[in-house]
Protein backbone atom coordinates (compact mmCIF):
# COMPACT_ATOMS: atom_id res chain seq x y z
CA UNK A 1 0.00 0.00 0.00
CA UNK A 2 1.92 3.02 -0.57
CA UNK A 3 2.54 5.53 1.82
CA UNK A 4 -0.10 8.77 2.64
CA UNK A 5 2.84 11.26 3.31
CA UNK A 6 5.27 12.94 0.87
CA UNK A 7 9.01 12.12 1.24
CA UNK A 8 9.43 15.59 3.15
CA UNK A 9 6.35 15.07 5.80
CA UNK A 10 8.53 11.25 6.03
CA UNK A 11 12.00 13.14 6.84
CA UNK A 12 10.45 15.14 9.40
CA UNK A 13 8.33 12.53 11.50
CA UNK A 14 11.81 10.35 11.33
CA UNK A 15 13.58 13.41 12.55
CA UNK A 16 11.34 13.63 15.26
CA UNK A 17 10.99 10.23 16.59
CA UNK A 18 15.09 10.35 16.64
CA UNK A 19 14.92 13.46 19.06
CA UNK A 20 12.55 11.77 21.29
CA UNK A 21 14.78 8.33 21.31
CA UNK A 22 17.57 10.39 22.31
CA UNK A 23 15.93 12.45 25.25
CA UNK A 24 14.47 9.74 26.73
CA UNK A 25 17.36 7.50 27.02
CA UNK A 26 19.20 10.49 28.36
CA UNK A 27 16.55 10.59 31.61
CA UNK A 28 17.35 7.86 34.15
CA UNK A 29 13.24 7.58 35.64
CA UNK A 30 13.06 4.40 37.78
CA UNK A 31 8.85 4.00 36.66
CA UNK A 32 8.40 1.23 39.52
CA UNK A 33 9.86 3.55 42.56
CA UNK A 34 7.45 6.23 41.33
CA UNK A 35 4.65 3.83 41.17
CA UNK A 36 5.34 3.39 44.58
CA UNK A 37 5.41 6.97 46.23
CA UNK A 38 3.22 8.84 43.49
CA UNK A 39 0.87 11.17 45.68
CA UNK A 40 -1.79 13.24 43.83
CA UNK A 41 -1.75 16.94 43.68
CA UNK A 42 -4.01 18.94 46.09
CA UNK A 43 -6.80 20.93 44.71
CA UNK A 44 -5.54 23.61 47.19
CA UNK A 45 -2.94 26.35 45.09
CA UNK A 46 0.43 26.79 45.54
CA UNK A 47 2.24 28.48 47.78
CA UNK A 48 5.22 30.70 46.31
CA UNK A 49 8.61 30.39 46.86
CA UNK A 50 8.95 33.12 49.45
CA UNK A 51 6.08 31.54 51.41
CA UNK A 52 7.48 29.94 54.99
CA UNK A 53 5.69 27.01 54.02
CA UNK A 54 7.13 26.43 50.54
CA UNK A 55 8.44 22.99 49.53
CA UNK A 56 11.58 24.25 48.05
CA UNK A 57 13.63 24.47 51.23
CA UNK A 58 12.02 20.77 52.24
CA UNK A 59 13.07 19.21 48.52
CA UNK A 60 15.82 16.52 48.49
CA UNK A 61 17.34 18.11 45.92
CA UNK A 62 17.60 21.31 48.20
CA UNK A 63 18.40 19.09 51.41
CA UNK A 64 21.27 17.58 49.72
CA UNK A 65 22.73 20.80 47.93
CA UNK A 66 23.20 22.83 50.88
CA UNK A 67 25.13 20.37 52.20
CA UNK A 68 22.78 18.30 54.44
CA UNK A 69 23.84 14.89 53.32
CA UNK A 70 24.89 13.83 56.57
CA UNK A 71 25.01 10.17 56.13
CA UNK A 72 24.32 9.61 52.40
CA UNK A 73 23.35 5.98 54.16
CA UNK A 74 20.30 7.56 55.82
CA UNK A 75 18.87 10.02 52.38
CA UNK A 76 17.23 7.49 51.12
CA UNK A 77 15.89 6.45 54.00
CA UNK A 78 14.90 9.52 54.87
CA UNK A 79 13.41 10.62 51.79
CA UNK A 80 11.17 7.66 51.49
CA UNK A 81 9.85 7.65 55.17
CA UNK A 82 8.68 11.23 54.40
CA UNK A 83 6.89 10.21 51.14
CA UNK A 84 4.59 7.56 53.34
CA UNK A 85 3.74 10.50 55.89
CA UNK A 86 -0.23 10.34 54.89
CA UNK A 87 -0.62 13.68 53.21
CA UNK A 88 -4.03 13.90 54.65
CA UNK A 89 -2.79 14.28 58.22
CA UNK A 90 -1.51 17.68 58.18
CA UNK A 91 -1.75 21.24 56.38
CA UNK A 92 2.39 21.28 57.38
CA UNK A 93 4.81 19.70 55.20
CA UNK A 94 7.61 17.11 56.44
CA UNK A 95 10.72 17.70 56.47
CA UNK A 96 13.72 15.33 54.34
CA UNK A 97 15.97 17.20 56.96
CA UNK A 98 14.16 16.91 60.42
CA UNK A 99 13.50 12.63 59.55
CA UNK A 100 17.34 12.57 58.27
CA UNK A 101 18.54 14.46 61.53
CA UNK A 102 15.91 11.86 63.60
CA UNK A 103 17.42 8.70 61.98
CA UNK A 104 20.84 9.36 62.78
CA UNK A 105 19.52 10.27 66.64
CA UNK A 106 18.30 6.73 66.71
CA UNK A 107 20.96 4.68 65.22
CA UNK A 108 18.72 1.81 64.10
CA UNK A 109 19.55 -0.73 61.70
CA UNK A 110 18.80 -0.37 57.83
CA UNK A 111 16.55 -3.51 58.26
CA UNK A 112 14.84 -1.88 61.77
CA UNK A 113 14.00 1.33 59.46
CA UNK A 114 12.87 -1.09 56.83
CA UNK A 115 10.02 -2.62 59.22
CA UNK A 116 9.12 0.92 59.83
CA UNK A 117 8.55 1.62 56.51
CA UNK A 118 6.45 -1.06 56.18
CA UNK A 119 4.53 -0.16 59.13
CA UNK A 120 3.84 3.43 57.27
CA UNK A 121 2.85 1.39 53.80
CA UNK A 122 0.41 -0.46 55.45
CA UNK A 123 -1.80 2.17 57.36
CA UNK A 124 -5.41 2.70 56.26
CA UNK A 125 -6.80 5.40 54.34
CA UNK A 126 -8.85 6.23 57.61
CA UNK A 127 -5.41 6.47 59.65
CA UNK A 128 -5.13 10.35 59.25
CA UNK A 129 -8.43 11.48 60.32
CA UNK A 130 -8.45 9.35 63.01
CA UNK A 131 -4.44 10.86 63.98
CA UNK A 132 -5.93 14.38 63.68
CA UNK A 133 -8.71 14.25 65.81
CA UNK A 134 -6.95 12.08 68.60
CA UNK A 135 -3.55 13.97 68.92
CA UNK A 136 -3.21 16.51 71.25
CA UNK A 137 -2.85 19.66 69.51
CA UNK A 138 0.21 22.36 70.01
CA UNK A 139 -0.65 26.29 70.59
CA UNK A 140 0.35 28.27 67.18
CA UNK A 141 3.43 29.88 67.33
CA UNK A 142 3.06 33.63 68.51
CA UNK A 143 0.27 32.59 71.51
CA UNK A 144 0.62 33.29 74.71
CA UNK A 145 0.47 31.57 78.25
CA UNK A 146 -2.20 31.69 80.71
CA UNK A 147 0.51 34.34 83.06
CA UNK A 148 0.64 36.20 79.74
CA UNK A 149 -2.66 36.47 79.24
CA UNK A 150 -3.79 37.45 82.27
CA UNK A 151 -1.24 40.64 82.09
CA UNK A 152 -1.91 41.29 78.88
CA UNK A 153 -5.79 41.54 79.49
CA UNK A 154 -5.14 44.53 81.50
CA UNK A 155 -4.86 46.25 78.70
CA UNK A 156 -6.58 45.09 75.96
CA UNK A 157 -8.91 42.20 75.10
CA UNK A 158 -6.61 39.35 72.88
CA UNK A 159 -8.49 38.02 69.74
CA UNK A 160 -9.31 34.12 70.36
CA UNK A 161 -7.80 32.66 67.26
CA UNK A 162 -4.21 33.48 68.91
CA UNK A 163 -4.46 31.72 71.63
CA UNK A 164 -6.19 28.60 69.84
CA UNK A 165 -4.42 24.95 69.23
CA UNK A 166 -4.34 23.71 66.35
CA UNK A 167 -3.69 20.00 65.35
CA UNK A 168 -1.67 21.24 61.92
CA UNK A 169 1.33 22.68 63.98
CA UNK A 170 2.25 19.25 65.57
CA UNK A 171 5.28 18.43 62.97
CA UNK A 172 3.74 15.59 61.21
CA UNK A 173 7.49 13.84 61.22
CA UNK A 174 5.77 12.47 64.63
CA UNK A 175 4.46 9.89 62.54
CA UNK A 176 7.43 8.36 61.61
CA UNK A 177 8.83 8.94 64.88
CA UNK A 178 5.78 6.45 65.92
CA UNK A 179 6.89 3.84 63.44
CA UNK A 180 9.85 3.78 64.25
CA UNK A 181 9.23 3.24 68.05
CA UNK A 182 6.78 0.28 67.26
CA UNK A 183 9.50 -1.09 64.57
CA UNK A 184 11.87 -1.40 67.79
CA UNK A 185 9.40 -2.81 70.59
CA UNK A 186 8.45 -5.43 68.21
CA UNK A 187 12.14 -6.48 67.34
CA UNK A 188 13.55 -5.88 71.39
CA UNK A 189 12.68 -7.17 74.17
CA UNK A 190 13.67 -4.35 76.31
CA UNK A 191 11.33 -0.92 75.93
CA UNK A 192 12.40 2.32 76.92
CA UNK A 193 9.59 4.99 78.74
CA UNK A 194 8.25 7.66 76.11
CA UNK A 195 10.67 10.26 77.81
CA UNK A 196 13.61 8.71 76.47
CA UNK A 197 11.85 8.95 72.62
CA UNK A 198 10.47 11.81 73.12
CA UNK A 199 13.80 13.38 74.39
CA UNK A 200 16.74 11.31 72.77
CA UNK A 201 15.07 10.42 69.45
CA UNK A 202 12.23 12.88 69.49
CA UNK A 203 14.70 16.26 70.29
CA UNK A 204 11.87 17.64 72.26
CA UNK A 205 9.69 18.92 69.48
CA UNK A 206 6.93 16.63 70.94
CA UNK A 207 5.18 16.02 74.20
CA UNK A 208 5.22 12.19 75.26
CA UNK A 209 0.86 12.29 74.94
CA UNK A 210 1.62 13.21 71.16
CA UNK A 211 4.06 9.98 70.25
CA UNK A 212 1.87 7.56 72.36
CA UNK A 213 -1.35 8.76 70.65
CA UNK A 214 0.53 8.22 67.39
CA UNK A 215 1.56 5.04 68.41
CA UNK A 216 -2.00 3.74 69.62
CA UNK A 217 -3.42 5.15 66.50
CA UNK A 218 -1.18 3.46 63.98
CA UNK A 219 -1.56 -0.06 65.80
CA UNK A 220 -4.95 0.35 65.73
CA UNK A 221 -5.20 1.07 62.31
CA UNK A 222 -2.85 -2.01 62.11
CA UNK A 223 -5.82 -4.08 63.99
CA UNK A 224 -2.37 -4.48 66.39
CA UNK A 225 -0.77 -6.88 63.74
CA UNK A 226 2.93 -5.82 63.12
CA UNK A 227 4.36 -9.72 62.84
CA UNK A 228 3.00 -10.34 59.27
CA UNK A 229 5.26 -7.33 58.43
CA UNK A 230 7.99 -8.79 59.45
CA UNK A 231 8.81 -10.74 56.33
CA UNK A 232 12.01 -11.31 54.30
CA UNK A 233 10.36 -10.62 51.20
CA UNK A 234 8.68 -7.37 52.46
CA UNK A 235 12.04 -6.11 54.20
CA UNK A 236 13.91 -6.62 51.09
CA UNK A 237 11.32 -4.39 49.35
CA UNK A 238 11.61 -1.74 51.63
CA UNK A 239 15.39 -1.69 51.59
CA UNK A 240 15.32 -1.23 47.96
CA UNK A 241 12.79 1.25 47.75
CA UNK A 242 14.78 3.09 50.61
CA UNK A 243 17.75 2.71 48.32
CA UNK A 244 16.11 3.68 44.73
CA UNK A 245 14.61 7.05 46.69
CA UNK A 246 18.49 7.79 47.31
CA UNK A 247 19.81 7.39 43.67
CA UNK A 248 16.49 8.97 42.57
CA UNK A 249 18.03 12.34 44.62
CA UNK A 250 21.41 12.09 43.78
CA UNK A 251 20.08 12.43 40.09
CA UNK A 252 18.80 15.54 40.70
CA UNK A 253 22.40 16.63 41.17
CA UNK A 254 25.15 17.25 39.04
CA UNK A 255 27.01 14.81 37.50
CA UNK A 256 30.63 16.25 39.94
CA UNK A 257 28.28 16.59 43.04
CA UNK A 258 26.92 13.97 43.69
CA UNK A 259 30.27 12.22 42.92
CA UNK A 260 31.99 14.20 45.58
CA UNK A 261 28.87 13.12 47.87
CA UNK A 262 29.71 9.71 47.67
CA UNK A 263 33.78 9.87 47.33
CA UNK A 264 35.37 6.98 49.84
CA UNK A 265 37.55 8.51 52.85
CA UNK A 266 40.36 6.91 52.16
CA UNK A 267 40.02 8.45 48.06
CA UNK A 268 39.51 12.36 49.64
CA UNK A 269 42.56 11.48 52.64
CA UNK A 270 44.64 10.31 49.84
CA UNK A 271 44.00 12.99 47.26
CA UNK A 272 44.54 15.75 50.02
CA UNK A 273 47.89 14.15 50.69
CA UNK A 274 49.04 14.26 46.89
CA UNK A 275 48.12 18.05 47.06
CA UNK A 276 50.03 18.91 50.12
CA UNK A 277 53.63 17.10 48.63
CA UNK A 278 52.63 18.91 45.20
CA UNK A 279 52.62 22.05 47.02
CA UNK A 280 55.49 21.24 49.14
CA UNK A 281 57.75 20.15 45.75
CA UNK A 282 56.81 23.58 43.73
CA UNK A 283 58.06 25.60 47.23
CA UNK A 284 60.97 23.64 47.45
CA UNK A 285 61.29 24.74 42.91
CA UNK A 286 61.56 20.42 42.11
CA UNK A 287 58.80 19.76 39.07
CA UNK A 288 55.72 17.19 40.26
CA UNK A 289 54.08 15.09 37.65
CA UNK A 290 50.38 14.27 37.35
CA UNK A 291 51.23 11.09 39.36
CA UNK A 292 53.06 12.80 42.42
CA UNK A 293 56.33 11.97 41.20
CA UNK A 294 59.57 14.26 41.21
CA UNK A 295 60.91 14.65 37.99
CA UNK A 296 64.33 14.34 37.61
Known amino acids: MPSL ?43 PPSSRNSSVPQSPQSFVENGGLLDSELLGPAIHLVNLIPPAASLALPSVSLVHELLTRTGLKLDEIALAVCVLDSISSK ?41 DCVKPEVIVLGALIIAVKFLEDAHAPTQYYCSAWGN ?30 LIRD ?59
Open 127 to 167: FALNWRLRCPPSRREGSTTSNEQQQQSKRYTLPAAANQLHI
Open 5 to 47: TTPLEDRVIHDEHDCMTDDDSDVDFDEEYFARTYQPLSNLPTP
Open 204 to 233: NLWTCEQINITERCIMEDLNYRILPLWDER
Open 238 to 296: ALNDMERAGRQALLLLPPAAAQSQYQPQSLKSTTQAMCKLRRGCLQAGVAVDTGGNAAV
